[in-house]
């Protein structure tokens, strides 16, 4: 069983910057870990991913803005959030795969608004 709490998230202005983190209880080195947002109303979407071994990959609509990086020896993974538009306004959450197994955070709002 792995924990996942994400933090970093709040109000900010369109064109405003966020870093959102995910940290794990336990060691995710082999995890493939992945963002995902859900915004009222809408199905969850997956926005970023990263595998273990450090490939990235993003959805058409947050590529250039959004950048999802890791810290294995801190068992943390973070989404750089740059450029941030009102539509990027959802619950982001994380989530932890391997081999079968899937771990979700709880969420952390982030708001996009003037």
């Known amino acids: 069983q792995v924990q996942l709490v994400e933090s970093g998230g709040g109000l900010v202005q369109p064109g405003g910057s966020l870093r959102l983190s995910c940290a794990a209880s336990?060691?995710?080195?082999?995890?493939?870990m992945d963002w995902y947002r859900q915004a009222p109303e809408k199905q969850r979407e997956l926005v970023a991913a990263?595998?273990?071994?450090?490939?990235?990959n993003y959805a058409d609509s947050v590529k250039g803005r959004l950048t999802t990086s890791r810290d294995n020896a801190k068992n943390t993974v973070y989404l750089q959030m740059n450029s941030l538009k009102p539509e990027d306004t959802a619950v982001y959450y994380c989530?932890?795969?391997?081999?079968?197994?899937?771990?979700w955070g709880q969420g952390t709002q982030v708001t996009v608004s003037s």
């Open positions: 990263i595998t273990s071994g450090g490939s990235t």
């Open positions: 336990k060691s995710i080195s082999l995890y493939t």
């Open positions: 989530n932890a795969a391997w081999r079968g197994l899937a771990y």
